[in-house]
């Protein structure tokens, strides 16, 4: 899997598979997880009156065989939300896998095949496409940066710049493009930025308070700008540090002062062109809000076949 200058994937679509490349297939969400996210965007999409289009010209008892295929070589992901969305507007619509979450396709590889009650695929395809290409947009992203850099054993990670209410289904496909998370939400870390540090009167205090507030299995992970600031995180007794928007020189030296003593996160306009250069510098992890507040969506269609 190679990623070019503009971040998109070139792949072996016969045996590249994201998820093999990890260790196994990825483990989906809940079921419980997904069908409310979907069930209301198709509430929002339906509206008042139902698909106008589709019921007019589509007669009630119609059958279809459609197919998703790729516009564009990209990694899958999101393919629980689009089968919730043909099933939750009729359950006799069978959505056959071509190919799983987590895999590499090709332009023109088909996904799944759709097969059933023509009226209610029409009336869900949009809602399905959405979430498939959102998501397979965010997976593709990710494996790109994820192959970038590769060679140096570095792990990418996501942040909390998610749309809201699609956190959990944005952090999966990160998972299925072969990253991985940081924290879910405020309540499961604690990272002190400079606002804290401000609000505390310093690293060290803010570090304090923050010990003597949480349970033992709680982590602390605190954001510098400079290296006296990493010093004193360090002295503090950190267990990571969030290296922000430091240049690749001084990414060097602050992973020799750190030692292995703590986590240590490049984060800052981190790209698929800069990425290399940075994890070359040995930091344990890179995070890239733009896996899932920018990604481009991956090309995606419903092809009618009969």
């Not at 089968?83 to 190919?99: E, K």
């Not at 984060?267 to 994890?279: D, F, K, Q, Y």
Request: overall charge negative; hydrophobic content about 50%; proline content about 4%.
């Amino acid at each position: 899997m190679i990623a070019n200058a503009r971040g998109e994937i070139a792949m072996d679509v016969q045996s590249d598979s994201v998820a093999e490349d990890r260790g196994g297939a990825i483990t989906p969400l809940p079921a419980f997880l997904v069908e409310p996210i979907v069930r209301a965007a198709l509430a929002e999409d339906l509206g008042r009156a139902g698909d106008l289009t589709s019921n007019a010209i589509v007669p009630a008892g119609a059958h279809a065989e459609t197919a998703l295929v790729a516009r564009q070589p990209g990694v899958i992901a999101g393919l629980d939300f689009a089968t919730t969305a043909f099933l939750l507007l009729d359950p006799a619509i069978a959505l056959t896998r071509a190919r799983n979450d987590g895999d590499a396709v090709g332009a023109g590889a088909v996904i799944a095949r759709v097969s059933g009650p023509a009226r209610a695929m029409l009336s869900a395809e949009r809602t399905a496409l959405n979430f498939l290409c959102h998501l397979s947009g965010i997976a593709t992203a990710t494996a790109a940066v994820v192959a970038a850099v590769q060679p140096f054993g570095t792990r990418v990670t996501d942040t909390r710049k998610t749309i809201p209410g699609l956190r959990a289904a944005q952090k999966y496909a990160v998972r299925a493009g072969g990253g991985s998370n940081h924290r879910f939400g405020l309540d499961d870390a604690v990272l002190i930025k400079d606002n804290h540090v401000a609000a505390a009167g310093g690293i060290r205090e803010a570090i304090a308070r923050a010990r003597g507030a949480i349970g033992h299995l709680v982590r602390i992970e605190v954001e510098v700008d400079t290296l006296s600031q990493l010093e004193e995180a360090l002295a503090a007794g950190t267990d990571a540090v969030l290296l922000d928007n430091m240049a690749p020189t001084t990414l060097r030296a602050a992973v020799a002062m750190v030692g292995g003593r703590a986590i240590t996160e490049a984060s800052g306009r981190i790209t698929p062109e800069t990425a290399p250069e940075i994890a070359a510098t040995g930091v344990d992890l890179i995070s890239l809000g733009w896996l899932t507040h920018s990604s481009r969506a991956l090309d995606i269609g419903l092809d009618y076949l009969a």
